[in-house]
């Protein structure tokens, strides 16, 4: 970059500032001591080697130069130059940068570094950070990126940490170079520059106090502290929001299926109708409501931020999600059955057998969202969930309602149930935690887990 | 023993996609050393259309803009303006700063020859050199004659009298022996870009090349080529510009134009791109230099001197002579002689080559210029293999 200034009375200085090589290069004499001297090949020898010092120590290396020229010359495009000198400016790496980037590396989460330093700069930063995660460091060095195949810079996008020498107007470039080799991308950005790629990222995260008005209206996420940080609790409450909804699905739909077996089999084996239909409507009430609430509440999982992000072309319910909710659903109302078994040959077919069934039915669904709280970890396993005192507060409201409706003789009516004796309570008891022992006991372990002692 | 025959060797200009990775490595080599001879480093380097690929692992207190070198290189060899030029190409780097070990820190030029006996290769290889009396400077006449006219190729593109060559361009030469003697050029093949594809039109650039190349080139040889003689100027059709952008080249490629062009035996490790702690490079120096004495003061006629080493022994753990009958004593007093008067260890190798400081004292770099037309048997530097010193030892031995 050059600008004029008034120089005397009829002449005026052309000011040069850039990357020392290039200023350099358009340089034919250096000031030295107040004297314009020639600039030889060691000259410039020496220069570039303390360019590359000074780079080397992360420091950001600026070349200056000037010439003089008459008022009434245009701006000559930088020939001939006298060389004055380097300056190198230290922008040191924010605080906690880099603990934020090795949690980026722990959550699966690739780093690059997009900057218009110079090479040893950026390579002294990027060890600074580690953004290799202790690989090989690659950089591009590239001020023409626009003059590459696209193909070449998709292929090389796939491995690259750090882009040096680039301008701002090839950030959309690079951030569309990584979408196209199938990643999702969030970029971070201030200047009014990365406008571009921030709206062309899949996350354009601008800062909140540094940024610009331009990237901060077309970011998506705004980080108020312009603290990285931040991007880490975004990242762990995003993938907890979405693993709860997993969660309380998967409760969904098990309890669910269990009923639709319940009442299918039954009916099927020609033994009538265990529950009337204003029980079926009593369980959704009960069971869906407040355990299915308090599942999307659970804590973030103490191993979210050590797992690589979803696909994201997954679907919400895998295919072998079905499977193992099948299993969970058919526990539960084969449990369930066997207590209606149980009713119908104490008691014959009749209401009497029907409340067997439907509180081993109610309380097997309701203590099923403790089986929901994770796909890997049972009650057995030696690391627990952390507490989810919701989850807690709605199933033992939820029994509590439960016990009610026996107890109340109003309710009781209301819903068609008969009294029970100890021996059927203790039958009920039996269908309604044997179903949540067996799908414990029978839970897939994460992969890599049995590996861990 | 082989008598009649014909030989071919290839060279390449300093602007051969292969050759340019091997100078940018040599390049990147030298600047390390130039800041701190002790340095570790290993440097490797692909081309392919506009991207530069450097590898390179080091362990050194010096500080390399290693894009800025590559840059350097790829100007001062001509590619300025074209699809391919030093300005617009992108270059990779994948770097891996090592720890250096203890080891290797030393200064050869204080230490003892006890000391030098310590330092022992980590690498086990078996190293060729040869030399023969077929051109003046001892190597065969195909490789001595296909440098020649591959480096007239390039003056004429420098100083201006074909302007319009562009920096990539091959040669091959085909010599027929009688009686292990060259005795004619059998056939001959120049390949060179130019800028432009419409010009000059392919009669002017054969007939240009002819005159300003080839018989230029021929001028003071001897054997020089005769009616007979096959001569094939870019036998494909114009080729238009070369270089990275029309194909790819790597470091290491090109083992038997550094070397001896396949007439005698080269090991298969690439020379570039390596510190000089690196036993593979330097033995071959060494081998070369006792080789080189050997036809030096007469002993034989041509002598291949085979060195083989192994991990954490300083001398060779075994050195051959074969002289393919053309010794003037048996081929075991030769290595006798050579054991006795060449010092094979890799310490010792570095310190009387002085190869950690030579591109400290050297102008515009060593090893880079040393990676275009050929490592040994050179006019324009003065190389410490080849020099003919201790012919006369051998001789009175």
Redesign the interface.
């Known amino acids: 970059m050059n600008t004029l200034h008034h120089w005397g009375e009829a002449a005026r200085i052309n000011a040069f500032k850039g990357t020392p090589?290039e200023v350099l290069a358009m340089c034919e004499a250096q000031l030295r001591d107040g004297a314009r001297m020639p600039l030889t090949?060691d000259d410039r020898d020496t220069i570039?080697?303390e360019?590359?010092?000074m780079?080397?120590d992360a420091l950001r290396v600026l070349g200056v130069a000037y010439s003089i020229q008459g008022r009434e010359e245009e701006s000559n495009n930088g020939n001939g130059l006298t060389w004055l000198g380097l300056i190198g400016m230290a922008d040191p790496i924010r605080d906690r940068v880099k603990e934020s980037i090795a949690a980026f590396h722990k959550a699966g989460l690739e780093t690059v570094m997009i900057t218009g330093d110079?090479?040893?700069t950026a390579?002294?930063v990027g060890?600074e950070l580690n953004l290799s995660n202790g690989k090989?460091?690659?950089?591009?060095?590239?001020?023409?990126?626009n003059?590459?195949?696209p193909s070449?810079i998709k292929a090389?996008s796939k491995q690259?940490h750090v882009f040096?020498?680039v301008s701002p107007s090839h950030k959309l470039q690079i951030v569309q170079a990584l979408q196209t080799s199938g990643k999702v991308v969030a970029m971070t950005g201030d200047g009014i520059n990365d406008g571009p790629a921030l709206k062309a990222a899949d996350i354009g995260v601008a800062m909140g106090r540094t940024g610009t008005d331009v990237a901060r209206e077309v970011a998506d996420v705004v980080l108020e502290g312009d603290d990285l940080e931040t991007l880490i609790i975004a990242v762990r409450d995003g993938r907890t929001i979405y693993e709860n909804i997993r969660k309380a699905l998967h409760y969904l739909l098990a309890t669910n299926f269990s009923e639709i077996l319940v009442m299918f089999v039954a009916a099927a084996f020609g033994l009538g109708y265990p529950l009337n239909a204003i029980q079926l409507l009593w369980i959704n009430l009960l069971s869906d409501i407040f355990p299915g609430l308090a599942l999307a509440l659970e804590e973030p999982d103490p191993d979210v931020l050590n797992k690589p992000p979803r696909d994201p072309y997954e679907p919400i319910v895998r295919s072998e999600d079905f499977g193992r909710i099948a299993f969970e659903g058919g526990a539960i109302s084969a449990a369930s059955l066997a207590a209606y078994g149980y009713g119908i040959a104490r008691y014959g077919m009749g209401p009497q057998a029907g409340t067997i069934a439907f509180q081993s039915l109610t309380i097997g669904q309701i203590l099923h969202a403790f089986s929901c709280r994770s796909e890997n970890r049972s009650l057995f396993t030696s690391q627990k969930m952390p507490p989810n005192n919701y989850l807690n507060l709605a199933v033992f409201g939820s029994l509590g309602l439960q016990a009610l409706a026996q107890l109340v003789p109003g309710l009781r009516s209301l819903l068609g149930i008969a009294q029970i004796t100890a021996l059927d309570a203790a039958v009920i008891g039996g269908a309604a935690v044997a179903p949540l022992l067996i799908n414990e006991l029978t839970k897939p372990s994460a992969p890599g887990e049995g590996d861990e002692t | 023993v082989k008598k009649d025959f014909v030989h071919t060797s290839e060279s390449v200009t300093e602007g051969h996609p292969d050759k340019l990775c091997d100078q940018i490595s040599d390049a990147i080599v030298d600047r390390f050393l130039e800041h701190d001879f002790r340095a570790r480093i290993i440097a490797e380097c692909a081309v392919s259309t506009s991207v530069v690929f450097i590898a390179a692992r080091f362990a050194s207190r010096a500080k390399v803009d290693f894009p800025n070198v590559a840059r350097k290189v790829i100007r001062k060899i001509g590619y300025v303006d074209h699809e391919f030029n030093f300005k617009t190409c992108s270059i990779l780097t994948s770097l891996k700063d090592m720890t250096p070990d203890q080891d290797t820190l030393f200064d050869e030029d204080r230490l003892t020859d006890d000391d030098l006996e310590r330092i022992a290769p980590t690498d086990q290889v078996t190293i060729f050199g040869f030399a023969c009396n077929q051109s003046p400077t001892l190597i065969p006449v195909p490789i001595w004659l296909a440098h020649k006219l591959a480096r007239r190729v390039s003056q004429m593109r420098l100083d201006n009298v074909l302007a319009y060559l562009a920096p990539d361009g091959t040669t091959q030469v085909g010599v027929e022996y009688k009686d292990r003697k060259p005795y004619r050029i059998h056939s001959m093949t120049i390949n060179c870009s130019q800028k432009d594809r419409e010009f000059p039109d392919m009669r002017v650039l054969r007939d240009d090349i002819r005159q300003a190349v080839i018989d230029a080139v021929f001028k003071d040889e001897p054997v020089k080529p005769d009616d007979q003689t096959r001569i094939f100027i870019n036998p494909g059709g114009p080729l238009k510009m070369g270089g990275p952008s029309v194909h790819s080249g790597m470091t290491g490629r090109k083992m038997a134009i550094d070397t001896y062009g396949n007439y005698s035996r080269n090991s298969g490790s690439a020379l570039s791109g390596k510190d000089p702690l690196r036993i593979d490079r330097v033995a071959a120096y060494a081998a070369r230099y006792a080789a080189k004495n050997v036809v030096a003061a007469g002993l034989a006629e041509e002598c291949e001197v085979q060195l083989s080493y192994s991990i954490g022994i300083a001398r060779p753990v075994s050195i051959q002579i074969e002289t393919k009958g053309t010794g003037r004593i048996p081929d075991e007093e030769i290595t006798l002689l050579v054991k006795k008067n060449f010092d094979f260890r890799l310490g010792g190798i570095i310190k009387q080559f002085n190869l950690r400081r030579l591109p400290s004292v050297s102008q515009g770099g060593f090893y880079r210029k040393l990676a275009a037309y050929g490592q040994f048997g050179r006019t324009d530097m003065q190389l410490p293999w080849e020099q003919s010193d201790k012919s006369d030892l051998l001789k009175s031995g």
């Open positions: 090589q090949e570039e080697a360019n590359e010092r780079a080397g110079q090479s040893p390579y002294a060890q090989p460091l690659e950089i591009l060095d590239s001020s023409h990126l003059q590459t195949d070449v090389l690259v040096a020498r």
